[in-house]
Structure formats: structure tokens, C-alpha cells
T-cell receptor, first 115, second 112 residues
Framework: DADVTQTPRNRITKTGKRIMLECSQT?????MYWYRQDPGLGLRLIYY???????NKGEISDGYSVSRQAQAKFSLSLESAIPNQTALYFC??????????????FGSGTRLTVV | DAKTTQPNSMESNEEEPVHLPCNHSTISGTDYIHWYRQLPSQGPEYVIHGLTSNVNNRMASLAIAEDRKSSTLILHRATLRDAAVYYC?????????????FGKGTKLSVIP
């Protein structure tokens, strides 16, 4: 089993629909992240969570919300999907506190298409 | 945020060494240099990181210039599986250590 599992892998949804992307991890890491990747661009941070009660907005949080249901689970929701939210979404985890000596572990991604 | 500059693309022959450069002239004294790679249709994968000294692991080596304004990721023997986009990223220590800011990276093509 993968260390970081994202579901679904692919999803097509209609404009205005609510959709949830789920992420679970077996790394035992406290920190979890949601990123978005658009063609030709690098990954951009949507939300991050340092623990279950600590959730923070990233650089592009508008139109998104998150829920940290447990240490191992972090979900991303699009309350009312719009076409420019069509992208590849990645969940990631990391250990550590106040140090840059740990690497991130990424999931395989969810390809979301909003029509 | 400290920024990095990488070539858009590079090519290598299979089984040859590959040197992927990264410039980071505005690096601060507490920034770590991280490298990730992203294979097609996959999430980014951690490769290696370092602060001042050269580093080796099972995947690659990282050579850091003495003034820390540049670094080079070295793949000792490229395989077809190494074809990916390689990202050089500066990560601050302390409160901002969670930050992992991706640029456009270098797309490495490996020729059989």
C-alpha cells in the first residue's frame, strides 16, 4: 500500500457541484498539505495542517475548504466547482517541526476536470 | 521567498552521468537545498537535500558550491526511469520550514 493514498484518482464533475478529494497516510506524520498543479506551472499550496486542530490557508485557498478528520486523514472540498479548478491535485505529508531537514511524501494525485 | 533558477530542459544518454544545475544566488544562511523529481503521471518524489556539505544517497549526489549560491544534482548513471522533471527548492528553517515552493524545474529526457 502507498504511504499517501488519494481518492479518487480521476474525477469529472459539473460546474456548481460539491466535490471532496480525500487523502490518507500511513507515515505517522503530523503535517499534511494540499497542492494544485496546472500544466506548465509548478505546484501551488492550497491548505496545510500541522495537526488536527491547526489548519492554515496557503497561497490559493479561495474556493476551497479542508477538513482534518484525524492525524492520518485530510480532505479537500470544492463547495461549488468551477472550470478553472480543473487541475491535478496532490496531497503530501511531512514530519518535523521547525526544521527543513525532512522530505515530503506525496500521493499519486487526483486529476479533476470541471465541465 | 528565495528563488532558484534551473534550465528548462536537458538531455542525457542512458547509462551516462547527468549533472543538473541550480542557481540560488539569494539563498540565506539557514536555507536548505532540496531536490524533488516528478515522473510522468505521478506525484513529486523527494530525492535529496543538503545545507553546506555535499551529500550522497542511494538515488543521487548533491554537490553544493562553497558560497552556496549554486548546487548540482548528480545522477551517476541515468536510466530511462530517471526521465522526469527535477525541482530544486530552497526550504527555510524555523517557522517557515513547512514551505516547499516549486518552480518549473528541469525536464530531463533520457535517450536510450
Amino acid at each position: 500500500d502507498a504511504d499517501v493514498t488519494q481518492t479518487p484518482r480521476n474525477r469529472i464533475t459539473k460546474t456548481g457541484k460539491r466535490i471532496m478529494l480525500e487523502c490518507s497516510q500511513t507515515k505517522g506524520h503530523d503535517r499534511m498539505y494540499w497542492y494544485r498543479q496546472d500544466p506548465g506551472l509548478g505546484l501551488r499550496l492550497i491548505y496545510y495542517s500541522f495537526d488536527v486542530k491547526d489548519i492554515n490557508k496557503g497561497e490559493i485557498s479561495d474556493g476551497y475548504s479542508v477538513s482534518r478528520q484525524a492525524q492520518a486523514k485530510f480532505s479537500l472540498s470544492l463547495e461549488s466547482a468551477i472550470p478553472n479548478q480543473t487541475a491535478l491535485y496532490f496531497c503530501a505529508t511531512s514530519a518535523g517541526s521547525g526544521t527543513a531537514t525532512y522530505g515530503y511524501t506525496f500521493g499519486s494525485g487526483t486529476r479533476l476536470t470541471v465541465v | 521567498d528565495a528563488k532558484t533558477t534551473q534550465p528548462n530542459s536537458m538531455e542525457s544518454n542512458e547509462e551516462e552521468p547527468v549533472h543538473l544545475p541550480c542557481n540560488h544566488s539569494t539563498i540565506s544562511g539557514t536555507d536548505y537545498i532540496h531536490w524533488y523529481r516528478q515522473l510522468p503521471s505521478q506525484g513529486p518524489e523527494y530525492v535529496i537535500h543538503g545545507l553546506t556539505s555535499n551529500v550522497n544517497n542511494r538515488m543521487a549526489s548533491l554537490a553544493i558550491a562553497e558560497d552556496r549560491k549554486s548546487s548540482t544534482l548528480i545522477l551517476h548513471r541515468a536510466t530511462l526511469r530517471d526521465a522526469a522533471v527535477y525541482y530544486c527548492i530552497l526550504r527555510p528553517s524555523g517557522a517557515g520550514s513547512y514551505q516547499l515552493t516549486f518552480g518549473k524545474g528541469t525536464k530531463l529526457s533520457v535517450i536510450p
